[in-house]
């Protein structure tokens, strides 16, 4: 799988829009992009993912550029229960794991 | 069950001891996936199960960890003469395919004394 880069951490005021990069210069064209969050203590969530357009759910929009080199994760209305760890992971859909990188700690302050 | 159940949710044990851990994915899942995540650490992939197979074992830090899974369904993960350094959360994944989300349990934190 490719290797995602990812800031460490990043702070986000409650109500405004979290905008989360990642950088997958390597991707491969058969590569999905997937964004998962962990919460602490608990297993990580599924949030979205995509192969080359936009995605939006209930939860989140991700936003992948042209040449698919990097993407963002935006939740649109910050709230202190999305404060986590979120992982973006590029990954073959098929036989293969995730495979969770670092990831950024987000931080929603009141 | 409504979600991926794992057993026990806390285990202590001696140096030297076995452990197995237990995980019960969502009905009708195919996929099983094992992590270990040490405390503050990230996630590790240990083994994936497609049906009762496990392709990829990369994971598996020694010839002391070995994974089974019976009947598409319940999968156990066994650790032999447990060291302190495998204390850890160990969380399982399941996914209705390969190519679908996956949906993690709470995790087993295994702690070795």
């Known amino acids: 799988d490719a290797k995602t880069t990812q800031p460490p951490s990043m702070d986000c005021a409650e109500g405004r829009a979290a905008n989360l990069p990642c950088n997958h210069s390597?991707?491969?064209?058969?590569?999905?992009v997937y964004w998962y969050r962990q919460i602490h203590s608990q297993g990580p969530q599924y949030i979205i993912h995509?192969?080359?357009n936009n995605e939006t759910n209930e939860m989140a929009s991700l936003i992948i550029t042209e040449d698919r080199k990097s993407s963002t994760l935006i939740l649109p209305h910050a709230t202190l229960r999305d404060t986590a760890v979120y992982y973006c992971?590029?990954?073959?859909?098929?036989?293969?794991?995730?495979?969770f990188g670092k990831g950024t700690r987000l931080s929603v302050i009141a | 069950g409504a979600g991926v159940s794992q057993s026990p949710s806390n285990k202590v044990t001696e140096k030297g001891k076995d452990v197995e851990l237990r995980c019960d994915p969502i009905?009708?899942?195919?996929?099983l996936y094992w992590y270990r995540q040490r405390l503050g650490q990230g996630l590790e992939f240990l083994i994936y199960?497609?049906?009762?197979?496990?392709?990829?074992k990369s994971g598996l830090p020694s010839d002391r960890f070995s994974a089974e899974r019976t009947g598409e369904s319940v999968s156990t993960l066994t650790i032999q003469r447990t060291q302190q350094e495998d204390s850890a959360v160990y969380l399982c994944?399941?996914?209705?395919?390969?190519?679908?989300?996956?949906?993690f349990g709470q995790g087993t934190r295994l702690t070795v004394v």
């Open positions: 994944a399941s996914s209705r395919t390969t190519i679908t989300e996956a949906f």
């Open positions: 390597t991707i491969s064209g058969n590569e999905y």
């Open positions: 995509g192969l080359k």
């Open positions: 992971i590029v990954r073959v859909r098929g036989n293969t794991p995730l495979v």
């Open positions: 009905s009708g899942h195919t996929a």
């Open positions: 199960f497609q049906g009762n197979s496990a392709p990829d």
